[in-house]
């Protein structure tokens, strides 16, 4: 006992100054720790009792909060009667499950909303607490590491902690100028993040819709594209100089092969890229999940740079160009080392051909489209400067989409870190620019 409380004198001797130690571990001194149940009432309010004939079907997601059902099932799963539907309002709290992976939020994009019997609603009763703090600190890591405990205790099968033990749970309650900038700061970030998200979609139809043009008209302005004589082919409509050839006649096609796993000096600390169809995803492969080394080789087929991959077992018509000088595949992947094509356009062709690849592929347990028949695949043959026109053009907004994704990445990062700091003190956010700026939207 004298051991313990002479670590706990040493703990308390190394908190950086401002701080104190509590029940959550360091925080600053001015914060409080409460317990959910002094910030938390729970409500029951059931549609029977609302008189709301039209009042919004909503369902809980783990990222997006409270949506539309139809949004989450894309199709209503309620039945005709939900007179036992609970009525949550905007700015009040609904807890769902599975509640060990961070289901909580509070409404925001509705007035009111009913939401299943099955789930928890609440309602903030202390006037110091900021509903769009708790929105976030209640979804911290810490957090859901709590409410892990508590649903790992119940035999039930739905991951949810009781009402009784969400009300004895501990959170950190800064002053409320504080918990407001926290806020905006968190708000910001997340913004920022769901913009980047919609350029990211709107450039991906972007590049469905280009592509749709490309391989009908050619590379050549929509506004010309009327003026481009075309003709009806197996694969549909195309420029009438364009030709058609089978997969197999633009190159060498190579299936892959595992080395054994058994040989652990064919995988321990390789370097060689070892490609799987999750390392296909429409682009340059610069590194795989798994490596080989150099002995794995004599059990591989290598590859150059720029072969065309496609997956070809279980995962049919994920495609990747290789961009690296040496990698090699494993057997659910048909390689392609162009000899008469452009690369690049043999992959977006490849990837405009999906769906035919899928209805190639022979229907067992486990899709399978062999070498033979992919080999067969028809795909068009522009002459090479439209080919190199059309990779160039999406080339283009393919690294519009990666550079969208990178500060995606990185967006999510800055949100992590901010969020660990900006709950437990470690950064502070009190500049009266910051409060003065803040809205409730």
């Given amino acids: 006992m004298a051991e313990v409380r002479k670590q706990e004198h040493e703990n308390i001797a190394d908190l950086p100054k401002g701080f104190k130690m509590t029940e959550l571990g360091p925080l600053p001194e001015e914060w409080e720790v409460v317990q959910l149940g002094d910030i938390f009432e729970e409500i029951d309010r059931?549609?029977?009792?609302?008189?709301?004939?039209?009042?919004?079907?909503?369902?809980?997601?783990?990222?997006?909060?409270?949506?539309?059902?139809?949004?989450?099932?894309?199709?209503?799963?309620?039945?005709?009667?939900?007179?036992?539907?609970?009525?949550?309002?905007?700015?009040?709290?609904?807890?769902?499950?599975?509640?060990?992976?961070?289901?909580?939020?509070?409404?925001?994009?509705?007035?009111?909303?009913?939401?299943?019997?099955?789930?928890?609603?609440?309602?903030?009763?202390?006037?110091?607490?900021?509903?769009?703090?708790?929105?976030?600190?209640?979804?911290?890591?810490?957090?859901?590491?709590?409410?892990?405990?508590?649903?790992?205790?119940?035999v039930h099968r739905r991951r949810i902690v009781h009402p009784r033990d969400f009300k004895r749970i501990n959170v950190p309650l800064p002053p409320l100028p504080e918990q407001r900038a926290i806020a905006y700061v968190l708000r910001t970030v997340q913004r920022a993040k769901e913009a980047t998200e919609r350029d990211i979609q709107a450039t991906r139809e972007l590049k469905k819709s280009l592509m749709r043009h490309l391989f009908t008209y050619g590379p050549v302005p929509i506004d010309e594209a009327e003026r481009v004589p075309l003709k009806e082919t197996e694969i549909g409509l195309v420029p009438e100089h364009w030709g058609v050839v089978r997969v197999g006649e633009v190159g060498e096609v190579i299936t892959g092969r595992t080395p054994s796993t058994e040989r652990q000096e064919y995988w321990n600390n390789g370097s060689i890229p070892f490609i799987t169809p999750p390392d296909l995803d429409g682009r340059a492969i610069r590194y795989a999940k798994r490596t080989i080394t150099k002995d794995g080789l004599k059990e591989a087929r290598p590859l150059p740079r720029g072969t065309v991959l496609v997956s070809c077992i279980g995962y049919i018509g994920k495609v990747g160009v290789t961009d690296t000088d040496l990698s090699v595949t494993n057997q659910q992947i048909n390689a392609i080392i162009p000899n008469n094509m452009e690369n690049w356009f043999l992959a977006?062709?490849?990837?405009?051909?999906?769906?035919?690849?899928?209805?190639?592929?022979?229907?067992?347990?486990?899709?399978?489209?062999?070498?033979?028949?992919?080999?067969?695949?028809?795909?068009?043959?522009?002459?090479?400067?439209?080919q190199q026109e059309i990779s160039r053009i999406l080339r283009v907004v393919d690294k519009k989409i990666e550079a969208e994704e990178a500060r995606k990445q990185a967006l999510e990062a800055l949100f992590k870190t901010l969020l660990h700091n900006l709950m437990t003190g470690k950064i502070r956010v009190k500049d009266p620019t910051i409060l003065n700026t803040w809205e409730v939207k």
């Fill in 46 to 154: 059931r549609v029977k009792d609302e008189n709301e004939p039209d009042i919004p079907l909503l369902s809980i997601t783990r990222y997006n909060g409270l949506v539309l059902q139809s949004q989450k099932f894309e199709k209503r799963v309620a039945g005709k009667d939900i007179r036992n539907y609970k009525v949550v309002r905007r700015g009040e709290m609904v807890y769902g499950f599975p509640m060990d992976e961070g289901v909580i939020h509070f409404l925001w994009n509705f007035d009111k909303g009913a939401v299943s019997p099955v789930y928890f609603t609440w309602r903030k009763k202390k006037d110091d607490a900021d509903s769009h703090f708790l929105d976030y600190a209640l979804r911290t890591p810490q957090m859901i590491e709590i409410y892990q405990l508590y649903t790992s205790r119940t």
């Fill in 348 to 386: 977006y062709a490849l990837i405009h051909e999906a769906a035919l690849l899928e209805n190639r592929a022979r229907m067992t347990t486990v899709p399978i489209l062999n070498k033979t028949n992919f080999e067969k695949i028809p795909i068009p043959l522009p002459p090479l400067p439209e």
